[in-house]
T-cell receptor, first 112, second 114 residues
Framework: GESVGLHLPTLSVQEGDNSIINCAYS??????FIWYKQESGKGPQFIID?????DKRQGQRVTVLLNKTVKHLSLQIAATQPGDSAVYFC???????????FGTGTRLAVRP | NAGVMQNPRHLVRRRGQEARLRCSPM?????VYWYRQLPEEGLKFMVY????????ESGMPKERFSAEFPKEGPSILRIQQVVRGDSAAYFC????????????FGQGTRLTVV
């Protein structure tokens, strides 16, 4: 069946360090993988996405890596800041469909 | 350009009452999605609508739940005869194009059934 899941429910990092949030997926038919950030009491905020035919995509302070061999997705945040504290969700989407399938989330806590 | 607007932000209903959740998509967006989120869990897809049409309601319970997106006005998610298990955060997202990955989410409506 389809599933998108996360390895680590909670990640604590020191301010200024790099953060790596991981996600495993099982549906090889997905065309897009997306990372969302959700702060307490707010809706998910789009961070970055990557197509299934790509291995890496970079944004501002964030990098998403896709390893299709092991069905693994990761989000790297450089120089983590207190404002990065949130729950991060990976999600997948088929180009032929429109709904997002979300994982359960990883909470990122940034220590001062 | 205002973002996706949801109201109310918080809604308390007694068991058996009706809940109406509203979502106004971003300007220029004609695709609306509703998701439900339980505490400490990811979002679960419920329904996808375009103006006046339900495109995909595969995630919506068959009983008591309905959704609409009229030609004029916001999209409405309606829950009849609410039960305690309906307590959750309900998020609406909108996108400009079919299949676009960048869906913008509203702040959600937190429904509490007492």
């Amino acid at each position: 069946g389809e599933s998108v899941g996360l390895h680590l429910p909670t990640l604590s990092v020191q301010e200024g360090d790099n953060s790596i949030i991981n996600c495993a997926y099982s549906n090889s038919a997905s065309d897009y993988f997306i990372w969302y950030k959700q702060e307490s009491g707010k809706g998910p905020q789009f961070i970055i996405d990557i197509r299934s035919n790509m291995d890496k995509r970079q944004g501002q302070r964030v990098t998403v890596l896709l390893n299709k061999t092991v069905k693994h997705l990761s989000l790297q945040i450089a120089a983590t800041q207190p404002g990065d504290s949130a729950v991060y969700f990976c999600a997948e989407k088929k180009s032929s469909g429109d709904k997002l399938t979300f994982g359960t989330g990883t909470r990122l806590a940034v220590r001062p | 350009n205002a973002g996706v607007m949801q109201n109310p932000r918080h809604l308390v209903r007694r068991r058996g009452q009706e809940a109406r959740l509203r979502c106004s998509p971003m300007k220029g967006h004609s695709h609306v999605y509703w998701y439900r989120q339980l505490p400490e869990e990811g979002l679960k897809f419920m329904v996808y609508l375009q103006k006046e049409n339900i495109i995909d309601e595969s995630g919506m319970p068959k009983e008591r739940f309905s959704a609409e997106f009229p030609k004029e006005g916001p999209s409405i998610l309606r829950i009849q005869q609410v039960v305690r298990g309906d307590s959750a955060a309900y998020f609406c997202a909108s996108s400009r194009n079919k299949g676009g990955t960048e869906a913008f989410f509203g702040q959600g409506t937190r429904l509490t059934v007492v």
